[in-house]
């Protein structure tokens, strides 16, 4: 190692490509609560694959979820207003799945989420998931007072925010980004097979993980 102090930049390289390596690779979705096709994504493939490796917090996989989707804003009286893609029942959704991820620990929220599209896609319903509140143990008031406040008003127009950073701007839902970066054809690949994407990519840093065995 002695010649590195010849080659600082190699040095920097090298510690650069093992930081690349531990970081989780990081799928972020813009969804709908009501949306068929946001729901098939979370729930048949998102969710379980986080499962598959270990979890929420695992080291190979990070999951962000963004409830706003094909939203619309306008300022009225000086207060913003939200029209959704499927109706004020997915605005009032959309705000309960962020004010779970704001108040709830985030292994519970996202198995929320989770739940919350699975029902959906049994039997299709606003937003009241009393079934989700009650499997996993969440005062249903601690969320309605959020979704109810100013502050679920905030957490929406962040979300806005967020989508009029998109480039190109989002004209489908799911809208999938990998690390940050959106294609056509990535997209595609997630929605038709996310753990084979992300397998691949994976293998490619060379990290060795049981739920990308049959990919090796």
């Known amino acids: 190692m002695a010649i590195l102090k010849y080659f600082p930049g190699l040095l920097a390289s090298i510690f650069l490509l093992q930081l690349i390596n531990c970081t989780p690779i990081k799928v972020t979705v813009h969804y709908e609560t009501i949306c068929p096709d946001s729901t098939r994504f979370i729930a048949e493939q ?7 490796f270990g979890g929420v ?3 190979n996989l990070e999951a962000e979820f963004v409830p706003y989707g ?5 300022t009225v009286d000086g207060k913003k207003e939200f029209t959704c893609q499927h109706g004020p029942d997915e605005c009032e959704g959309n705000r309960v799945h962020g004010c779970a991820m704001k108040t709830l620990p985030a292994e519970k929220a996202i ?15 606003g937003r009241k998931d009393p079934e989700c509140f009650k499997i ?6 601690s969320i309605n007072s959020c979704v109810n406040s ?13 989508e009029r950073k998109l480039n190109p701007k989002l004209y489908y839902v799911p809208w999938i980004l990998i690390e940050g970066k959106w294609t056509q054809k990535q997209m595609e690949d997630a ?17 060795k993980v049981e739920a990308c065995a049959q990919y090796y």
Not at 136 to 141: A, G, K, P
Not at 200 to 207: E, I, Q, S
């Open 46 to 52: 998102l969710y379980p694959l986080l499962m598959k």
């Open 57 to 59: 917090k695992n080291e």
């Open 70 to 74: 094909k939203t619309n804003v306008t």
């Open 111 to 125: 198995a929320f989420i989770n739940c919350s599209m699975t029902l959906l896609m049994v039997k299709p319903r």
């Open 136 to 141: 996993l143990e969440i005062d249903e008031e």
């Open 150 to 162: 100013e502050e679920a008003v905030t957490m929406v127009s962040k979300y806005s925010k967020m």
């Open 191 to 207: 929605e038709d097979d996310l753990q084979r994407l992300i397998c691949h990519k994976l293998v490619k840093r060379g990290a």
